[in-house]
């Protein structure tokens, strides 16, 4: 069983920042790849940013510059430092991880429940 938690969503203001954060818990062997998704009312979800277990990472074009993905493996914790936020960023945000656990012989994925995020003056 592995579980992920998502914190730090909420309101913020037009040109404002917030970090987002998913701990995974569980019976972790070990994490590949961990990433954001985000899913607007109405829109298809869509993925924000991922990173690699070696660190490497990749961004929607439309948060380049303005979203920073990064991980803290001793923890099982994945961050997304949102700054400049925009109305169009407005969404429920949900991270996701490919986990190999103890008792399985292949990685799976594995989702959040989602954090809101509210972008509004």
């Known amino acids: 069983q592995v579980q992920l938690v998502e914190s730090g969503g909420g309101l913020v203001q037009p040109g404002g920042s917030l970090r987002l954060s998913c701990a995974a818990s569980?019976?972790?062997?070990?994490?590949?790849?961990m990433g954001w998704y985000r899913q607007a009312p109405g829109k298809q979800r869509e993925l924000v940013a991922y990173?690699?277990?070696?660190?490497?990472?990749n961004y929607a074009d439309s948060v380049k510059g303005r979203f920073t993905i990064s991980r803290d493996n001793a923890k099982n914790t994945v961050y997304l430092q949102m700054n400049s936020l925009k109305r169009e960023d407005t969404a429920v945000y949900y991270c996701?991880?490919?986990?190999?656990?103890?008792?399985?012989?292949?990685?799976?994925?594995?989702w959040g429940q989602g954090t809101q995020v509210t972008v509004s003056s």
């Open positions: 996701t991880a490919d986990v190999h656990t103890y008792d399985s012989r292949y990685a799976g994925d594995y």
């Open positions: 990173i690699s277990s070696g660190g490497s990472t």
């Open positions: 569980g019976s972790i062997f070990e994490i590949n790849a």
